[in-house]
């Protein structure tokens, strides 16, 4: 791990975390850039669909890190990228594909355990193998660990908490750094997640779910804003341009 890449590590500080506003271009990155953020990271969401994507890797990786090269040459801070599955069907396809987006600058990836087609789980295992292909290029991953996403809010639980310690327990094991695990919305369950994961963990934000200041109470170490920046964007961009249009009505 470079210094770059350590000192990025170095802000996962559970009860004082960092906190990302997610940015799709170089124009929002420079934005949150002078808002006083300390680290920058795009999201998936916002940058397939500001390019004319849908999210699930059907944005090119070529197209993906060019955005990504255009993203480093406003900013300073470190940056990571939102690399979704990997982008690759196999572990040494996604070593391969990480290993372009740490040569282009990035200090990190966020790395999901399920399939972008089929939304399916990788057996623990294999999202494992993909794990430790992208750790091999240095950076600082972030696994995302999607179990709350695949199940229904009512069946969420403190089982549900120990099912993601134990696939998180797999991917330190490969080389994972922190453990994303968006879409848990009870404080108690956040809490039991922070105490179980062997990494710093990282939560995602949103109706229903406990804000900034909460999270760091309970010891979340990273906490990230998705596609929601994008969303209010293009809203408020939306609601600017029919007023616009209604002007002379």
């Given at each position: 791990?470079?210094?770059r890449?350590?000192?990025?590590?170095?802000?996962?500080?559970?009860?004082?975390p960092?906190?990302?506003?997610?940015?799709?271009?170089?124009g929002?990155?420079?934005?949150?850039?002078?808002?006083?953020?300390?680290?920058?990271?795009?999201?998936?969401?916002?940058?397939?669909?500001?390019?004319?994507?849908k999210?699930?890797?059907?944005?090119?990786?070529?197209?993906?890190?060019?955005?990504?090269?255009?993203?480093?040459?406003?900013?300073?801070?470190?940056?990571?990228?939102?690399?979704?599955?990997?982008?690759?069907?196999?572990?040494?396809?996604?070593?391969?594909?990480?290993?372009?987006?740490a040569?282009?600058?990035?200090?990190?990836?966020?790395i999901?355990?399920?399939?972008?087609?089929?939304?399916?789980?990788?057996?623990?295992?294999?999202?494992?193998?993909?794990?430790?292909?992208?750790?091999?290029?240095g950076?600082?991953?972030?696994?995302?660990?999607?179990?709350?996403?695949?199940?229904?809010?009512?069946?969420h639980?403190?089982?549900l908490?120990?099912?993601?310690?134990?696939?998180?327990?797999?991917?330190?094991?490969?080389?994972?750094?922190?453990?994303?695990?968006?879409?848990?919305?009870?404080?108690?369950?956040?809490?039991?997640?922070?105490?179980?994961?062997?990494?710093?963990?990282?939560?995602?934000?949103?109706?229903?779910?406990?804000?900034?200041?909460?999270?760091?109470?309970?010891?979340?170490?990273?906490?990230?804003?998705?596609?929601?920046?994008?969303a209010?964007?293009?809203?408020?961009l939306?609601?600017?341009?029919?007023?616009a249009m209604?002007?002379?009505k």
């Amino acid at each position: 791990m470079n210094n770059r890449v350590k000192a990025f590590g170095d802000l996962h500080v559970p009860g004082d975390p960092l906190v990302l506003y997610n940015i799709w271009d170089a124009g929002s990155a420079k934005a949150v850039s002078e808002a006083g953020a300390k680290a920058i990271a795009t999201g998936s969401w916002g940058v397939a669909c500001a390019l004319g994507f849908k999210d699930g890797e059907t944005l090119p990786l070529d197209a993906a890190l060019e955005n990504l090269e255009r993203i480093l040459s406003v900013t300073d801070l470190p940056v990571t990228i939102d690399m979704e599955a990997g982008y690759g069907a196999d572990p040494a396809a996604v070593g391969a594909s990480v290993a372009r987006a740490a040569s282009a600058g990035a200090v990190g990836i966020n790395i999901e355990d399920k399939d972008p087609v089929t939304r399916k789980l990788f057996e623990t295992a294999d999202a494992a193998a993909r794990i430790g292909a992208a750790a091999a290029s240095g950076m600082w991953i972030n696994a995302r660990a999607d179990l709350f996403i695949l199940t229904p809010k009512e069946q969420h639980d403190a089982a549900l908490v120990d099912a993601v310690a134990e696939r998180a327990k797999a991917y330190a094991d490969a080389g994972a750094n922190s453990l994303f695990v968006p879409f848990i919305y009870d404080a108690g369950l956040i809490a039991r997640l922070c105490e179980k994961l062997p990494l710093p963990v990282n939560i995602l934000v949103g109706d229903g779910i406990p804000d900034i200041k909460a999270l760091a109470s309970l010891g979340v170490a990273r906490i990230s804003h998705g596609h929601g920046p994008w969303a209010k964007a293009m809203q408020d961009l939306g609601e600017a341009a029919k007023q616009a249009m209604a002007s002379l009505k």
